[in-house]
T-cell receptor, first 113, second 111 residues
Protein backbone atom coordinates (compact mmCIF):
# COMPACT_ATOMS: atom_id res chain seq x y z
CA UNK A 1 0.00 0.00 0.00
CA UNK A 2 1.61 3.19 -1.20
CA UNK A 3 0.73 5.88 1.29
CA UNK A 4 2.10 8.76 -0.79
CA UNK A 5 1.37 8.77 -4.52
CA UNK A 6 3.34 11.08 -6.78
CA UNK A 7 2.69 12.16 -10.37
CA UNK A 8 3.86 12.47 -13.04
CA UNK A 9 6.72 9.97 -13.14
CA UNK A 10 8.60 12.19 -15.55
CA UNK A 11 8.31 15.70 -16.87
CA UNK A 12 9.97 17.68 -19.65
CA UNK A 13 9.76 21.46 -19.50
CA UNK A 14 11.37 24.24 -21.48
CA UNK A 15 13.75 26.64 -19.79
CA UNK A 16 11.74 29.40 -18.17
CA UNK A 17 8.62 27.24 -17.90
CA UNK A 18 6.78 25.99 -14.82
CA UNK A 19 7.25 22.45 -13.52
CA UNK A 20 4.35 21.09 -11.46
CA UNK A 21 4.54 17.87 -9.46
CA UNK A 22 1.61 16.52 -7.49
CA UNK A 23 1.35 14.25 -4.48
CA UNK A 24 -1.58 12.68 -2.68
CA UNK A 25 -1.49 11.05 0.72
CA UNK A 26 -3.80 8.76 2.64
CA UNK A 27 -2.80 8.98 6.28
CA UNK A 28 -4.38 12.03 7.91
CA UNK A 29 -1.92 11.73 10.80
CA UNK A 30 0.90 13.02 8.58
CA UNK A 31 1.99 16.42 9.86
CA UNK A 32 5.13 17.28 7.91
CA UNK A 33 5.45 17.38 4.13
CA UNK A 34 8.91 17.94 2.64
CA UNK A 35 10.17 17.89 -0.91
CA UNK A 36 13.58 16.52 -1.78
CA UNK A 37 15.73 17.01 -4.86
CA UNK A 38 18.13 14.29 -5.96
CA UNK A 39 20.87 14.54 -8.57
CA UNK A 40 22.43 11.38 -10.05
CA UNK A 41 24.95 9.81 -7.70
CA UNK A 42 23.91 12.02 -4.79
CA UNK A 43 21.62 11.70 -1.82
CA UNK A 44 18.27 13.51 -1.65
CA UNK A 45 18.57 17.12 -0.48
CA UNK A 46 15.81 18.97 1.33
CA UNK A 47 14.28 21.61 -0.93
CA UNK A 48 11.28 22.97 0.94
CA UNK A 49 8.78 21.70 3.50
CA UNK A 50 5.32 22.60 4.76
CA UNK A 51 3.13 21.84 7.76
CA UNK A 52 -0.62 21.16 7.34
CA UNK A 53 -1.71 24.42 9.00
CA UNK A 54 -0.29 26.38 6.04
CA UNK A 55 -1.77 26.35 2.53
CA UNK A 56 1.22 27.68 0.66
CA UNK A 57 4.93 28.22 1.20
CA UNK A 58 7.35 29.88 -1.17
CA UNK A 59 11.13 29.83 -1.19
CA UNK A 60 12.70 31.48 -4.18
CA UNK A 61 11.46 29.78 -7.34
CA UNK A 62 9.97 26.84 -5.40
CA UNK A 63 6.42 26.88 -4.02
CA UNK A 64 4.48 24.20 -2.15
CA UNK A 65 0.69 24.31 -2.31
CA UNK A 66 -1.14 22.26 0.30
CA UNK A 67 -4.80 21.19 0.27
CA UNK A 68 -5.61 19.47 3.55
CA UNK A 69 -9.21 18.55 2.71
CA UNK A 70 -8.16 16.90 -0.55
CA UNK A 71 -5.08 15.34 1.07
CA UNK A 72 -2.93 16.68 -1.73
CA UNK A 73 0.14 18.84 -2.06
CA UNK A 74 2.18 20.00 -4.98
CA UNK A 75 5.52 21.53 -5.89
CA UNK A 76 5.74 24.33 -8.41
CA UNK A 77 9.13 25.23 -9.88
CA UNK A 78 8.88 28.65 -11.51
CA UNK A 79 11.25 29.83 -14.24
CA UNK A 80 12.69 26.31 -14.55
CA UNK A 81 16.41 26.16 -15.34
CA UNK A 82 18.54 23.35 -16.82
CA UNK A 83 20.24 23.07 -13.41
CA UNK A 84 16.85 22.06 -11.96
CA UNK A 85 16.99 18.81 -13.95
CA UNK A 86 16.85 16.18 -11.23
CA UNK A 87 14.52 13.69 -9.58
CA UNK A 88 12.09 15.22 -7.11
CA UNK A 89 10.50 13.33 -4.25
CA UNK A 90 7.60 14.35 -2.10
CA UNK A 91 7.41 12.83 1.35
CA UNK A 92 5.28 12.83 4.46
CA UNK A 93 5.95 12.02 8.07
CA UNK A 94 4.48 11.99 11.56
CA UNK A 95 6.68 13.93 13.95
CA UNK A 96 5.57 11.94 16.99
CA UNK A 97 6.34 8.62 15.29
CA UNK A 98 10.06 9.10 14.85
CA UNK A 99 9.51 11.34 11.85
CA UNK A 100 10.24 8.54 9.41
CA UNK A 101 9.76 9.79 5.89
CA UNK A 102 7.28 8.01 3.61
CA UNK A 103 8.33 8.94 0.10
CA UNK A 104 6.40 9.26 -3.14
CA UNK A 105 7.74 7.40 -6.14
CA UNK A 106 9.69 10.35 -7.54
CA UNK A 107 9.42 12.58 -10.61
CA UNK A 108 12.26 12.89 -13.05
CA UNK A 109 12.34 16.48 -14.34
CA UNK A 110 14.26 17.46 -17.46
CA UNK A 111 14.56 21.14 -18.27
CA UNK A 112 15.45 21.74 -21.90
CA UNK A 113 17.54 24.82 -22.74
CA UNK B 1 33.58 19.20 5.44
CA UNK B 2 31.08 16.47 4.59
CA UNK B 3 28.04 16.55 6.88
CA UNK B 4 26.96 12.92 6.47
CA UNK B 5 29.62 10.62 5.08
CA UNK B 6 29.20 6.99 4.08
CA UNK B 7 31.81 4.43 3.20
CA UNK B 8 32.27 2.73 0.91
CA UNK B 9 30.60 4.53 -1.99
CA UNK B 10 30.52 1.36 -4.07
CA UNK B 11 30.41 -2.22 -2.90
CA UNK B 12 30.41 -5.24 -5.21
CA UNK B 13 30.25 -8.61 -3.50
CA UNK B 14 29.18 -12.19 -4.04
CA UNK B 15 26.00 -13.79 -2.76
CA UNK B 16 26.37 -15.20 0.70
CA UNK B 17 29.02 -12.75 1.85
CA UNK B 18 28.75 -10.46 4.87
CA UNK B 19 29.41 -6.74 4.43
CA UNK B 20 29.24 -3.52 6.41
CA UNK B 21 28.51 0.09 5.48
CA UNK B 22 29.69 2.86 7.76
CA UNK B 23 28.06 6.24 8.34
CA UNK B 24 29.21 9.26 10.30
CA UNK B 25 27.61 12.67 10.77
CA UNK B 26 29.29 15.80 12.10
CA UNK B 27 26.12 17.86 12.46
CA UNK B 28 25.50 17.10 16.12
CA UNK B 29 22.10 15.56 15.35
CA UNK B 30 20.63 13.01 17.74
CA UNK B 31 18.66 10.98 15.20
CA UNK B 32 20.03 8.93 12.32
CA UNK B 33 18.43 6.71 9.71
CA UNK B 34 19.10 4.11 7.06
CA UNK B 35 17.04 4.25 3.86
CA UNK B 36 17.12 1.89 0.88
CA UNK B 37 16.62 3.10 -2.69
CA UNK B 38 15.74 0.35 -5.12
CA UNK B 39 16.36 0.14 -8.85
CA UNK B 40 13.16 2.09 -9.53
CA UNK B 41 14.45 4.87 -7.24
CA UNK B 42 11.84 4.15 -4.57
CA UNK B 43 13.09 5.21 -1.14
CA UNK B 44 12.05 3.27 1.94
CA UNK B 45 13.09 3.57 5.56
CA UNK B 46 14.89 0.67 7.19
CA UNK B 47 16.01 1.81 10.65
CA UNK B 48 16.23 4.83 12.88
CA UNK B 49 18.34 5.47 15.96
CA UNK B 50 17.99 8.28 18.46
CA UNK B 51 21.07 8.88 20.60
CA UNK B 52 22.26 5.28 20.14
CA UNK B 53 18.83 3.73 20.77
CA UNK B 54 16.86 1.91 18.09
CA UNK B 55 13.49 3.66 17.62
CA UNK B 56 12.34 2.46 14.21
CA UNK B 57 12.80 -1.02 12.79
CA UNK B 58 10.77 -1.48 9.64
CA UNK B 59 10.02 -4.87 8.15
CA UNK B 60 13.60 -5.63 7.24
CA UNK B 61 15.11 -9.14 7.12
CA UNK B 62 17.08 -9.86 10.28
CA UNK B 63 20.14 -10.35 8.08
CA UNK B 64 20.37 -6.56 8.35
CA UNK B 65 21.67 -5.33 11.67
CA UNK B 66 22.32 -1.68 12.46
CA UNK B 67 24.76 -0.62 15.14
CA UNK B 68 25.24 2.79 16.68
CA UNK B 69 28.38 3.04 18.82
CA UNK B 70 27.66 6.71 19.51
CA UNK B 71 25.18 9.30 18.26
CA UNK B 72 27.47 10.41 15.44
CA UNK B 73 27.79 6.94 13.91
CA UNK B 74 25.29 4.48 12.51
CA UNK B 75 26.65 1.42 10.73
CA UNK B 76 24.78 -1.23 8.78
CA UNK B 77 25.89 -4.84 8.71
CA UNK B 78 24.36 -7.26 6.24
CA UNK B 79 24.77 -11.03 6.57
CA UNK B 80 24.37 -13.64 3.86
CA UNK B 81 23.88 -11.16 1.05
CA UNK B 82 21.25 -11.94 -1.58
CA UNK B 83 20.78 -10.67 -5.13
CA UNK B 84 17.70 -8.73 -3.99
CA UNK B 85 19.81 -6.69 -1.57
CA UNK B 86 21.34 -4.84 -4.51
CA UNK B 87 20.32 -1.21 -4.07
CA UNK B 88 21.62 2.16 -2.99
CA UNK B 89 21.68 2.56 0.78
CA UNK B 90 21.46 6.06 2.24
CA UNK B 91 22.34 7.14 5.71
CA UNK B 92 20.72 10.32 7.01
CA UNK B 93 20.57 12.44 10.12
CA UNK B 94 17.77 14.72 11.24
CA UNK B 95 17.81 18.13 12.91
CA UNK B 96 15.40 19.43 15.55
CA UNK B 97 13.29 21.08 12.83
CA UNK B 98 12.80 17.68 11.15
CA UNK B 99 15.02 18.43 8.17
CA UNK B 100 17.02 15.46 6.97
CA UNK B 101 20.59 15.52 5.66
CA UNK B 102 21.36 12.49 3.53
CA UNK B 103 24.74 11.02 2.72
CA UNK B 104 25.76 10.38 -0.89
CA UNK B 105 24.80 6.74 -0.71
CA UNK B 106 26.46 3.35 -0.99
CA UNK B 107 25.70 1.44 -4.16
CA UNK B 108 25.64 -2.24 -3.25
CA UNK B 109 25.78 -4.79 -6.06
CA UNK B 110 25.42 -8.45 -5.19
CA UNK B 111 26.57 -10.82 -7.92
Amino acid sequence: QQQVKQSPQSLIVQKGGISIINCAYENTAFDYFPWYQQFPGKGPALLIAIRPDVSEKKEGRFTISFNKSAKQFSLHIMDSQPGDSATYFCAASIKAAGNKLTFGGGTRVLVKP
Amino acid sequence: DTAVSQTPKYLVTQMGNDKSIKCEQNLGHDTMYWYKQDSKKFLKIMFSYNNKELIINETVPNRFSPKSPDKAHLNLHINSLELGDSAVYFCASRDINYGYTFGSGTRLTVV
